[in-house]
């Protein structure tokens, strides 16, 4: 996956508390397992209308925020059934950072096997940093020291350390176990010359 380390961008701001993972993409669009594809249909009965024409005043079918990077949302963002599609069809958007108060467990750690970096900040922050979105203003996002930037102020977030180091070096579960190929290979042979019926080429 995409290495993540700073990034710039006009945040989107959706005001509302509790978006589910079939909110953020139906179901009926589940039946693909590609993760590109899926950033048209992202948030799918907030954009479309029952002709499939897109409704004007959603957040994300309106410039600048058609290209934001960056998503300000509501308390418990990512609830709901742990469809890794959700952070796949945010990705594909192009948004790399979604920052709330709350998210859900299991979408919390899918964005991180998937390159997506989740912000956990207290709400008079999401309200500070929303006037932004307003304002259509950048703010920035650094990774590495762990901090949100919007004019001349900032905001310190948290990140778990493993977490951390899987973003800033583009690691998911399958890049982890590769790193460890070495290690792998080393045991399958010991494990060949002391238990030869176990292991066959």
Known sequence: MQKFSTLKSIPAYLPIVNIDTDMIIPKQFLKTIKRTGLGKNLFFEMRYDDNGNKIGDFILNKDPFTKSKILIAGKNF??????????????????????????????????????????????????????????????????????????????????????????????????????KSDKIKSFEQKLKSSKPWIISD
Do not use: M
């Open 78 to 179: 990512g609830c709901g059934s742990s469809r890794e599609h959700a952070p796949w069809a945010l990705l594909d958007f192009g948004i790399t950072c979604v920052i709330s108060s709350s998210f859900a467990d299991i979408f919390y750690s899918n964005c991180f096997k998937n390159g997506i970096l989740p912000i956990i900040v207290d709400e008079e922050k999401i309200k500070e940093l929303s006037e932004y979105a307003n304002r259509k203003e950048e703010i920035s996002v650094d990774l590495k020291e762990e901090k949100i930037v919007y004019g001349n102020n900032e905001i310190q977030f948290k990140i778990d350390s493993f977490k951390k180091k899987c973003l800033l070096e583009g690691l998911d579960d399958i890049a982890l176990s590769l790193n």
